[in-house]
């Protein structure tokens, strides 16, 4: 077990291995500075509200504490530096930074855990719907061997005993989240051709096609597939006006 | 009206107020929808026809599709999900007929992926068909767009125990109000706390655990504990347990994602997650884990998200309701 603030190498992380510091030298530091971004993902994706968007996954994407501390500290982050660029208090609030050690330095990582949410999604569960509970948490420790101690109470949409998460990164690829159960839907595999995805907003000429254009890339074997008919709704908006030659030309 | 001599003109100005002659002149006529493609209640369009129509003439391709149902350890896990990923966009030329196939690393990786996100927008159905029709499947005739911006790649897992005591985990509820300093610089804090005066921010924030001494060892592995004591007289011997048994709450991945390679001399893998918060060693920690929560499990009461919710007991014994109506 750890015995003060100030015990250990120059990484605490490294040292001690705390979710904290963690969070501050790593997650907050790399979106103050833009480097990637990151998701924390409730309870697998369940109890969300089901607007088939991101909070039916339960997911939330997450943004480093916007402190305002006496020094000004978040005026210093530095893309080519690392955490130790900007100051100790930089993800550190002001009761944080009010109670910390004398001497405090980049090894002390506070004790109040929260950040904030990205974007204004009201990321809503079937726990809460409409209705929020508001939770009074406890947040601790020592400074100089004198015990420090607050409490916060926060709106909250996932909390105990709903509060198992997985915290992420992402990785930017075309890759999309679909409400596919593939081990149900596709329990003999892909196949050896892949897939195709068809957009809701796809062309109706592509859709009442689509093996025909397919066929056409190559992408299915030969079968002779003919386009069907174009519907009437989706015959070009210009129509040629039909000219009777006859009553147009005037008789000399 | 009249023309006189001098060609001077007699105008009615009352003329100038009717809707025939401002509209085409000065004030323009517009049709108003609030979305693309769709017919919303309140726009003003010919009929019940969407006021701007983006057809789309592409069709997405790949050969990757993964569960998120733990298929891959080094993603998240979403129950009842997949990931799946686009390598190939088919072009179709409506007027011609004309199909281009364009693979991924034949395009700018940052246009591909704009191109994947326009198309396949959060929220939209997507039809998805197996190119090989000998493959069996059972796939449902439509899909939801729950995420488009890439894979969510795993750091940690975090399990709460199933002890009863509070963690102090929660994710915000509400969109987190923008109360920012005078300097619009930042805030003091978040939360509602005695500390602040000036800010009061306690919505849309998200916590990874409660920092409180006394649920220190919550957030390690804990050993079992038992105290044993012999009754002279009989010499039985009875035990009862001090501390329950629980692995650590937090579970890392065994090797950083990509993405985070440049932190990789920073961290030791073996120990990362052994605990939440350095607190102290002058604080018996062994004896209680945690701040016991009064709720059982099964209080809790759940909604499907259409009507209204009672909502989980909370410390004042209502629900606050704090959020808008939800249809």
């Excluded at chain 1, 909250?156 to 930017?172: A, G, K, T």
């Excluded at chain 2, 649920?215 to 347990?241: K, P, Q, R, W, Y």
């Excluded at chain 2, 990509?258 to 893998?269: F, I, Q, S, W």
């Excluded at chain 2, 998200?305 to 989980?312: A, F, I, L, M, R």
Aim: negative net charge; glycine residues 8%; proline residues 4%.
């Amino acid at each position: 077990m750890q015995t003060a603030m100030f015990m250990g190498s120059y990484h605490i992380l490294k040292n001690s291995g705390s979710v904290s510091a963690f969070y501050d030298d790593i997650i907050f530091w790399d979106l103050a500075t833009n480097k990637n971004r990151y998701f924390v993902t409730f309870m697998e994706g369940l109890y969300g509200y089901p607007n088939n968007g991101q909070e039916s996954i339960g997911t939330m994407e997450i943004d480093y504490p916007h402190y305002l501390n006496s020094s000004g500290s978040t005026a210093s982050y530095d893309d080519q530096g690392n955490r130790i660029s900007a100051r100790y208090d930089a993800f550190l609030d002001y009761w944080e930074v009010e109670n910390g050690p004398s001497q405090a330095n980049h090894q002390y990582n506070g004790s109040i855990p929260v950040t904030q949410l990205k974007s204004d999604r009201y990321y809503l569960t079937t726990l809460t719907s409409s209705v929020s509970t508001v939770r009074t948490y406890h947040y601790e420790h020592f400074a100089d061997t004198t015990a420090r101690s607050d409490t916060r109470s926060f709106s909250s949409s996932y909390f105990y005993p709903f509060s198992s998460h997985q915290l992420s990164v992402l990785r930017v690829e075309p890759t999309v989240i679909l409400n596919l159960n593939k081990e149900n839907e596709m329990y003999d595999g892909l196949g050896e051709k892949g897939f195709v995805i068809v957009p809701e907003q796809t062309h109706q000429n592509v859709k009442d096609n689509l093996n025909y254009y397919l066929e056409k890339a190559g992408l299915l074997g030969k079968a002779s597939i003919t386009k069907s008919p174009v519907r009437p709704d989706q015959a070009k908006a210009v129509r040629k006006r039909k000219r009777n030659k006859g009553n147009n030309r005037r008789s000399r | 009206m009249a023309n006189s001599d001098v060609h001077d003109v007699e105008f009615n100005d009352s003329v100038l107020d009717l809707q025939g002659w401002k509209n085409p002149r000065t004030e323009g006529s517009k049709l108003t929808g609030q979305f693309i493609n769709y017919y919303n209640d309140g726009d003003k369009t010919y009929g019940k026809n969407p006021v701007i129509e983006n057809k789309v003439a592409a069709l997405y391709l790949g050969n990757t599709i993964i569960g998120g149902d733990d298929e891959d350890a080094s993603r998240v896990v979403i129950k009842g999900h997949s990931y799946v990923s686009v390598d190939r966009v088919l072009i179709i030329d409506i007027e011609t007929d004309e199909v281009e196939i364009i693979d991924r690393i034949n395009m700018a990786p940052l246009a591909f992926r704009r191109m994947v996100q326009r198309d396949l927008p959060e929220f939209s159905r997507v039809n998805l068909k197996l190119l090989d029709f000998s493959t069996q499947n059972n796939i449902k005739p439509e899909h939801n767009v729950k995420f488009n911006q890439g894979t969510l790649m795993k750091l940690y897992t975090y399990t709460a125990n199933d002890l009863g005591y509070e963690d102090g985990v929660f994710g915000g509820f509400g969109v987190r109000e923008n109360k920012l300093d005078a300097d619009n610089q930042g805030i003091w804090g978040y939360g509602t706390s005695s500390a602040f005066s000036t800010t009061d921010v306690y919505k849309g924030c998200f916590s990874y655990g409660m920092t409180a001494c006394v649920s220190h060892s919550l957030f390690t592995e804990a050993e079992e504990i038992v105290s044993e004591s012999i009754d002279v007289v009989t010499g039985i011997t009875s035990s009862h347990i001090l501390q329950q048994y629980h692995p650590n709450p937090y579970k890392f991945v065994p090797a950083l994602p990509a993405e985070l390679n440049h932190y990789k001399g920073d961290v030791t893998m073996a120990t990362l997650g052994n605990e939440l918060s350095m607190c102290t060693a002058s604080i018996d920690t062994t004896l209680n884990i945690g701040l016991a929560i009064n709720d059982a499990y099964s209080n809790f009461t759940f909604n499907t998200g259409t009507g209204v919710s009672t909502g989980p007991p909370n410390t004042t014994g209502d629900p606050v309701n704090d959020g808008p109506a939800m249809g």
